[in-house]
């Protein structure tokens, strides 16, 4: 099983509201990521966990809290978002192990925020 | 920091070309290089990843290659077909933070 699964794909949520997007992997990866992708941008990396830890966070406003419940499952929590917001946001996994590592990554939660 | 170019932007090939999608990447300490592709709204396929110390990959119609010491790989398509049509992303893997630096992506359209 290589697939990294997302829930929900779409979300449309107003500037005052609180949601969750998650997501899961079963392939025994240590490493999981959150990007967010802009319109015909590329991805740009928000958070990495490793062996369940935050390891790298970068400079990503606070109205976006991840967690790492376990080493399948990792949460992205959202409060009070901007309408700039806006975007596909992608999960992926590796083993973590270097050269030999590639990243898998989810079908991605499209975000709407009004 | 690492920066990834893709050139082209975009691209429109009658069906049955040969053709090369380009990348480049401005700091050569890198784990690897990876190829993926989206499909419009959709999320990233990896296609083929050349470690630091090969030169290139291949995948089917798929070759991809690496000059670490230019900065530069490039995506190899043969023998193109509409089903090829997509946005292709390279991405390096940098040795020092372990997470993927993305080029822009060159759009592929191949015509019928």
């Known amino acids: 099983d290589t697939e990294v699964t997302q829930t929900p794909k779409h979300l449309v949520m107003g500037m005052t509201n609180k949601k969750s997007l998650k997501c899961e992997q079963h392939?025994?990866?240590?490493?999981m990521y959150w990007y967010k992708q802009k319109a015909k941008k590329p991805p740009e990396l928000m958070f990495v966990y490793s062996y369940e830890k935050l390891s790298i966070n970068e400079s990503v406003p606070s109205r976006f809290s991840p967690e790492c419940p376990n080493s399948s499952l990792l949460n992205l929590h959202l409060h009070a978002l901007q309408p700039e917001d806006s975007a596909l946001y992608l999960c992926?996994?590796?083993?973590?192990?270097?050269?030999?590592?590639?990243?898998?990554f989810g079908p991605g939660t499209r975000l709407l925020v009004l | 920091k690492q920066e990834v170019t893709q050139i082209p932007a975009a691209l429109s090939v009658p069906e049955g070309e040969n053709l090369v999608l380009n990348c480049s990447f401005t700091?050569?300490?890198?784990?690897?290089l990876q190829w993926f592709r989206q499909d419009p709204g959709k999320g990233l396929t990896s296609l083929l990843l050349?470690?630091?110390?090969?030169r290139e990959q291949t995948s089917g119609r798929l070759n991809a290659s690496l000059d670490k010491s230019s900065g530069r790989s490039t995506l190899y398509i043969a023998a193109s077909q509409p089903g090829d049509s997509a946005t292709y992303l390279c991405a390096a893997l940098d040795t020092g933070r372990r997470a993927l630096t993305f080029g822009s992506g060159t759009r592929l359209q191949v015509q019928p």
């Open positions: 700091d050569s300490a890198i784990y690897n």
């Open positions: 050349i470690q630091s110390s090969q």
């Open positions: 392939m025994g990866h240590r490493a």
């Open positions: 992926a996994s590796s083993q973590d192990r270097g050269h030999q590592e590639t990243q898998y």
